[in-house]
């Protein structure tokens, strides 16, 4: 764990708190595909949740919805009381955010963006300076906290976007494909600053494809495919007796490929 986190005791969550995140017939289409079919999750407030989904399952999309990044076409999405829509700056002002491919101000150093992003979300001047150094060192960039982003790695990238994420101390951080390019030493620093931002109350939904990743991590998932949650619970619901891999094949029904199928890649030609 790094120094910079600081383990505190789990806080206690009742039936009448208002969820982190409640989205209601939620629907997006683009086009003539639907992204997201009326899809309805609720995640409670104070756990880590692991949303899982095939390629062009609606996670992307529902994700972005329910942090103000894409208009729904339908339906309402609610973080921590606020309705996202309805009153965006309210329920902005508590997300923090790691979108799919984010774009950043490459041409500020790691140190500067950080201050950017704090100022835009009302931090005080010293307050940042004291939390990029925190988050610099718990994320292993102090030693590039000068260098410009754009000459940043793909997962010192992916670092830097998860520090502006928290800089402003949200209540929700909602992060799609995290550990995405991370290396493992960094991914292990992520998890510890997960688990105590869960831990000191917040609550954080995250995206991944690794199953391993979400099985040793999250407390609770839900499984989406073709823009609908096919289940969500806890994570020894979800799994049901069985390897969370397994589960997940088993819903989104994957068909291994038979034995008559590519069989010119048996032989080579010469």
Known sequence: MSPCVKSLPAPVFTEAMEPAV???????????????????????????F???????????????????????????????????????????????????GLRLFDRLSGRELLRYVGLLRRVPAATIADRSDQLLEALGLTADRDTLVVEYSAGMAKKIGLACALIHAPRLLVLDEPFEA??????????????????????AVLSSHVMELVES??????????????????LDDVRQGESLQQRFLDLVGFRAVGE???????????
């Open 22 to 48: 409640r989205l209601a017939g939620l629907s997006k289409v683009f086009g003539t595909k639907v992204a997201v079919d009326h899809l309805d999750l609720t995640v409670r407030p104070g756990c880590l």
């Open 217 to 234: 991590l999250c407390d609770e998932v839900a499984v989406v495919a073709r823009g609908r949650v096919l289940t969500s619970g806890s």
């Open 260 to 270: 008559d199928t590519l069989t010119w890649l048996r032989s080579s030609s010469d």
């Open 182 to 203: 991370v290396d493992p030493v960094s991914g292990e620093g992520i998890r510890s600053i997960l688990r105590n931002f869960v831990a000191g109350g917040g609550t």
């Open 50 to 100: 692991g949303l899982l989904g095939p390629n062009g399952a609606g996670k992307t999309t529902t994700l972005s919805m329910a942090t103000g990044l894409l208009r729904p076409d339908g339906g309402t999405a609610e973080v921590l009381g606020h309705d996202v829509w309805a009153d965006p700056a309210a329920a902005k002002a508590r997300i923090g955010v790691l979108p799919d």
